[in-house]
């Protein structure tokens, strides 16, 4: 498969069908969380930990709803890489906090009153796992998007409404007789 010309795989539609598919996971695991989270923090359960994974859920909720949208466009080319790089730090910040909160024995323990909500715990850190890895993969295939499209635009092959020689209506090329090619001039 060419992954350096028009058509290639990491700036085609496949390329784009992925991320969107990646961001709605990402998204519906933003959802979930969030929706956990709110619950804990409405039966008062607060800590900084609990705070920052709901503000980190809440942020990716609002910033994939938009970005869900985006790989459609077929002038899209994995511009959303620096968020998605931050974001996925921040989620494996979100996960490593889960992970030391609602682990092991620490889990009935975490919150006393709630020791029975045990299984809505270990959901959190399940849909932790799952956003940051489709994170992590949409992160690399944003850079070769990316990469791909500036490769692709450096070597003059990325429009291909802006390789072909302009015409006049008479048909024949600008600054040439009938039948002459016009000497083309990189863009």
Known sequence: MDTTGRGGFFSGRIARTLLGLNNL?????????????AYFLNWGYRSVHLVYN???????????IFAVVLPVLKSYH???LPLNLAL??????S???SSQDYSGNRCRSYYSTAASRCGLKHTIQAFHIIGFSFLLFNT????????????DRQAGTGDPEKDRPLTTTTGTTTG???GERVAEVPV
């Open 25 to 37: 996971v990402i998204l519906a695991s933003s959802i979930i969380i969030t929706g956990i989270l």
């Open 88 to 93: 996925t730090y921040l989620w494996l910040t």
């Open 176 to 178: 040439g007789a009938d």
């Open 140 to 151: 690399i295939l944003e850079a070769l998007m990316w990469a791909t499209h500036r490769r």
């Open 54 to 64: 709901m503000v980190i859920a809440v942020l990716t909720l609002f910033l994939y």
């Open 78 to 80: 994995g511009y959303m």
């Open 95 to 97: 996960l490593i906090f």
